[in-house]
C-alpha cells in the first residue's frame, strides 16, 4: 500500500513575491501602486494601515476587507485549502497577515467583535508567530 500526501496535514503555502511590495518598499505611493496592482494584498494592507494610523476606521477596514480578499484569492491559487499553515516567515506571505491586521484592528475599532475574534484565531492558526510579529499579543 502506497501511502500520499502529508500525514500531519496540508503543507505550508508560500506565495510568489508580490512585485509591488518592492514599489511600495521604494517609496511609490500606496494608492498609486494599488491602481497598478490591484491583486496586491500588500498594497490594500499598507493604504489600510495609512487609514488607521489617521484615524479613518471605515476606510481602512474596507482597505483592509480588499486585501484580505485578495489574499484569500492568491492563496487558494496557491494551493491553499481553508485551513493549514501559512508560514509568517515566508515574506511574500506577509503581505496576507497585515491585511488580516489591518481587518482587525479596523473591526476593532467600528466595534465588530465577532470579526475580531475570528480573524485571532485565523491569523494564530496560519502561523502561531504571526500574532507578536504583527504586535497583536
Do not use: C
Amino acid at each position: 500500500m502506497t501511502v500520499h500526501g502529508n500525514l500531519l496535514g496540508p503543507e505550508p503555502t508560500r506565495l510568489p513575491v508580490d512585485p509591488a511590495a518592492a514599489e511600495l518598499a521604494g517609496g511609490a505611493d500606496a494608492k498609486t501602486v494599488a491602481a497598478a496592482h490591484p491583486a496586491s494584498m500588500t498594497a490594500w494592507a499598507t493604504l489600510a494601515e495609512g487609514a488607521l494610523a489617521d484615524g479613518e476606521s471605515v476606510t481602512a477596514y474596507a482597505y483592509a476587507r480588499t486585501g484580505y480578499h485578495r489574499g484569500l484569492d492568491q492563496l487558494r491559487r496557491n494551493g491553499w485549502k481553508g485551513f493549514g499553515p501559512i508560514p509568517w516567515s515566508h515574506e511574500p506571505n506577509q503581505g496576507v497577515f497585515r491585511a488580516l491586521a489591518a481587518l482587525l484592528r479596523a473591526s476593532e475599532a467600528i466595534g465588530e467583535t465577532d470579526e475580531v475574534e475570528r480573524l485571532r484565531a485565523f491569523i494564530a492558526d496560519s502561523d502561531s508567530t504571526a500574532p507578536a510579529e504583527l504586535g497583536l499579543s
